[in-house]
């Protein structure tokens, strides 16, 4: 059934009261639950005091959150201010050189950051991808990747690698493997691009201008080569209309997040909850839900700050970066799940789409998110929680297409062509509710533990079933109907406007 097909106003409007009544209800039991145990002993290292006039401590359980708004602030920014200004000036002075200034920038950056050893490092995986690049076999360049991601992400060739890099600070290990992981995926891009040029190769230089791009290199996100390559190598450097206003409408957004999400850690501690089992499992049903959903939303907004930030300075830069990954809230199909766009981009161009072409076969797409996930696994570091989380994510996204596949023949394809298309996007919803609790699930398990998500899986499944299931499912029904009702009105939005008659009979395109 069509993706414009409405609903009437008044149920809309339903679905919208019960879903704010059960957000600010679930939110409630949070926000006693936070304030009566405060002082718990399992609470002393992550609850800490916050903003002395809110009276109140705050949740710091998030080392990369208070890692980028607080610890390192000051550096992050100097960092990245420095690049703005230094790349103004240069792209300024030598427009159709500013992608290798930005490599110099980068480098010297890198290297001061780190030291040589870490740099010569990141260098030497460089060659090694490069060298492999000139072959111009793709399969080879898989392997030749996969096997120099492996060796940063398996012991014992981690440790013996990091031992190289000398110095000793808190940021260490978060930047080594940052850095390490991110070049390597990133040189993959450039190989398996290298392949696809008709004539000749791309240089060793163009490489290195690429990788060592500072706002992406740390910490993401993933842009691919070939959309690198053509946006730094554009000359003609014009603005859009409005396009300063809106860069510098979604940097004052992002700040005023930032002090919202500081003011939430002041109140709800929905970090450190989950991660004391004693206290959960003293917890009602929907605060276990509340706190599930909760935790992905949170995930998602630091995903969508921190990428924010970065697209920010590189949007500065005349850049195109991949957007913040799609709202948790948003979602209630498998295929569009995920929390980096970048490395999601990345997959689906290389791996997803190359071997599952159109989705619409079961077994190439089964194939085709093995493999994804195979490599999503090796990229996250194997180990039992991420086997976990790949393989029911693997299997979410086949069993929407076999589920789309049993569907589609009769009897049931008849049946819902015989209803009414309002009718169907109701049933729909159903099973989208169904699905979106199974995406939270099989997610929150790799952001707190298997532990919580067992324990939230068997309240609201097993032992909290009638009331506790169909009430939460009712409101997650509410909640996908008012998304699709968004999608609807953005795809009316999207339609082109009819022809109009004019003079004649004859039809004039606006």
């Known amino acids: 059934m069509g993706i414009k097909t409405a609903l009437p106003k008044y149920e809309l409007y339903l679905y919208t009261a019960v879903l704010y009544m059960a957000l600010i209800w679930a939110g409630s039991w949070i926000l006693e639950a936070s304030s009566e145990n405060v002082n718990r002993k399992a609470f002393k290292q992550s609850v800490k005091p916050g903003w002395h006039y809110f009276g109140r401590k705050m949740d710091v ?61 990141v260098l030497s995986h460089c060659v090694i991808l490069y060298s492999v ?23 014992p060739y981690n440790s013996w690698q990091e031992t190289l890099v000398t110095g000793s600070f808190d940021l260490q290990d ?48 993933i842009m691919t080569f070939d959309q690198f390559h053509a946006q730094t190598h554009n000359t003609k450097l014009n603005r859009k209309e409005r396009e300063m206003w809106n860069i510098t409408t979604q940097a004052l957004l992002h700040l005023g997040i930032i002090l919202v999400v500081d003011v939430f850690f002041h109140y709800l501690y929905i970090l450190t909850i989950p991660s004391d089992m004693k206290l959960v499992k003293q917890l009602s049903d929907w605060s276990l839900a509340g706190l599930a959903y909760s ?74 998110t093995f493999c994804t996930f195979a490599i999503t696994t090796l990229w996250l570091g194997p180990c039992e929680l991420v086997y976990i989380w790949s393989f029911f994510n693997c299997f ?75 009430s939460v499912l009712f409101v997650t029904y509410c909640g996908v109907q008012l998304v699709k009702e968004r999608e609807r009105k953005l795809a009316l939005l999207e339609e082109p406007e009819p022809a109009k008659m004019v003079d004649g009979g004859k039809e004039k395109a606006e």
């Open 174 to 221: 978060i930047l080594f493997y940052g850095g390490c992981g991110f070049t390597i995926m990133r040189c993959m891009s450039f190989a398996l691009e290298n392949c696809e040029k008709k004539e000749g190769n791309y240089t060793f230089c163009d490489l290195i201008k690429y990788n060592f791009y500072l706002p992406f290199f740390f910490f993401g996100p």
């Open 61 to 121: 359980a998030d080392f990369e959150w208070m890692m980028w708004f607080s610890t390192f602030r000051n550096h992050i920014l100097f960092a990245l201010g420095g690049h703005v200004i230094f790349a103004k000036i240069c792209s300024l002075l030598a427009t159709k050189h500013r992608a290798l200034i930005f490599g110099v920038y980068g480098s010297m950056a890198v290297l001061v950051t780190m030291g040589w050893t870490f740099m010569a490092l």
């Open 295 to 368: 935790n992905l939303v949170y995930d998602w907004i630091k995903a969508a700050v921190m990428f924010g930030v970065i697209n920010t300075v590189a949007r500065l830069d005349h850049l195109d970066p991949p957007q913040p990954p799609k709202c948790i809230t948003m979602l209630y199909v498998f295929a569009e799940t995920h929390f980096d766009r970048g490395i999601n981009d990345w997959l689906c161009r290389y791996v997803y789409d190359y071997i599952g072409e159109n989705h619409d076969k079961i077994f190439k797409e089964l194939l085709a």
């Open 396 to 470: 979410g996204l086949n069993f929407e297409l076999w589920v789309a596949k049993l569907f589609s023949f009769p009897p049931f394809s008849t049946i819902e062509g015989a209803m009414g298309e309002a009718m169907s996007r109701r049933i729909r919803g159903v099973f989208n509710a169904a699905n979106f609790w199974a995406i939270v699930l099989y997610n929150v398990l790799s952001l707190n533990s298997l532990e919580f998500a067992k324990l939230v899986g068997r309240r609201l499944i097993f032992k909290g079933f009638p009331l506790s299931t169909l």
């Open 133 to 155: 690049a000139l072959v111009k076999r793709k399969w080879l360049c898989f392997l030749a990747g996969l096997t120099t991601l492996a060796s940063i992400k398996l012991e």
